[in-house]
Nanobody, 124 residues
Framework: QVQLVESGGGLVEVGSSLRLSCAFSGRIFNDYAVGWFRQAPGKERDFVAAIDWSGRATYYAASVRGRFAISRDNDKNMVYLQMNSLKPEDTAVYYC?????????????????WGQGTQVTVSS
């Protein structure tokens, strides 16, 4: 079975940057699209960004487009989320998910596996 482990979260100031990592194991990494989602207290798990199996196609929520960048290294079984110009509203637990059929990458219900999450807090 697939295992995903996020890392790289932390407490940062407005306007700063963080790079989140998602380590994949248990299956053939290249078979899966990977997405980043985030969940703030009292809120649903919202789409942030996704990347297809090849890394050539990427997708972003409007709220992060132009500030965040998703990438993957299939040789290392890793997916990254580079977050720049962070805002207080980016504060959330960030989760990576893996989706084998890649038919609904923009919604949490489309993903088959999830990591445990990593906390990102942006202070003003």
């Amino acid at each position: 079975q697939v295992q995903l482990v996020e890392s790289g979260g932390g407490l940062v100031e407005v306007g700063s940057s963080l790079r989140l990592s998602c380590a994949f194991s248990g299956r053939i990494f290249n078979d899966y699209a990977v997405g980043w989602f985030r969940q703030a207290p009292g809120k649903e798990r919202d789409f942030v960004a996704a990347i297809d199996w090849s890394g050539r196609a990427t997708y972003y929520a409007a709220s992060v487009r132009g500030r965040f960048a998703i990438s993957r290294d299939n040789d290392k079984n890793m997916v990254y989320l580079q977050m720049n110009s962070l805002k207080p509203e980016d504060t959330a637990v960030y989760y990576c998910g893996a989706d084998r059929d890649a038919r609904a990458m923009g919604v949490a219900s489309g993903y088959d596996y999830w990591g445990q999450g990593t906390q990102v807090t942006v202070s003003s």
